[in-house]
């Protein structure tokens, strides 16, 4: 099984941290991400934006950095053009912030279209008494600052994933306030029940975030992860 294998390799590199290099464990539960990948050179980076055929969005992949952007460690937006001067510049960045950080590399990744969609935040806390405890609610930078979010208990049912959309203040924001298209409900509901799925599969994962969890009228992408395992 690929999840398996994701983790185990992880743990085989001695780490606990993992980010947005286990994407796949999120393919292998079908919740969609964008296309992308992470590479260990500028020229294979250029070489998957060229296939990706667009504008891309880098990342620097490190288990040291938590929180990429706020080392200018994520850049949107990079014409191909620009993509290996950009991937110099995130690890220079890197090293700037902490000069012995293990970097893997720098991941390369398909553009999102932000405009259309809701920023979501969906997570799991394992609780020592309660178990896995799913987390859902409006993301991005809005996380902190509204704290607009709700929880239930994994594994959940169809009706309580549901319910976790009804929880939040901001519903009418995924059900087209303001002139905008409803976001779909359906796939959101769906990436719940796997999310679930997949924490209940593999009690090692202690802590999970896919910040954000982008939802548009045409389905999710899940552009962010960091996992902690025990
Ligand atoms: P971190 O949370 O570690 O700073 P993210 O991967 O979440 O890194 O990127 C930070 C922000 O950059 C996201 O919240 C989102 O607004 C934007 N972003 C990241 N990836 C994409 C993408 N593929 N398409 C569009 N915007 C993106
Ligand atoms: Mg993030």
């Known amino acids: 099984e690929r999840a398996r294998e994701v983790i185990e390799s992880a743990a085989r590199r001695g780490s606990n941290r993992l980010g947005v290099e286990a ?9 969609p991400t964008p296309q992308g990948e992470v590479v260990s050179s500028p020229v294979e ?11 891309v969005v880098m990342k620097i992949v490190s288990p040291d950095i938590l929180h990429k952007s706020d080392i200018g460690g994520v850049e949107v937006d990079v014409p191909v053009e620009d993509v290996r001067d950009t991937y110099e ?19 390369v990744q398909e553009m999102v279209d932000l405009d259309n969609g809701v920023e979501t935040i969906l997570g799991m806390n394992r609780d020592p008494q309660f178990g896995p405890l799913l987390l859902f609610g409006l993301g991005g930078i809005f996380v902190e600052v509204l704290e607009d979010n709700t929880v239930s208990v994994a594994p ?9 959309l009804d929880d939040i203040d901001s519903a009418p924001l995924l059900r087209g306030a303001r002139g905008r298209d409803p976001v779909d409900e359906a796939t959101l509901v769906e990436t719940i ?4 799925q997949l924490v209940t599969d593999f009690p090692a994962i202690v802590e999970l975030d896919i910040n954000p969890l ?17």
């Open 45 to 55: 980076a250029e070489a998957v934006a060229e296939e990706i055929g667009d504008n």
């Open 89 to 107: 510049d995130l690890v220079v960045r890197a090293r700037n912030y902490q000069a012995d950080a293990t970097i893997l590399g720098v991941q």
């Open 156 to 164: 959940v049912s169809e009706n309580e994933a549901a319910g976790m």
């Open 23 to 31: 994407m796949e464990l999120l393919d292998a539960y079908g919740i």
């Open 214 to 230: 982008v939802a548009t009228p045409d389905g999710v992408q899940a552009v962010d992860l960091r996992l902690t395992l025990d």
């Open 193 to 196: 029940q796997r999310l679930s």
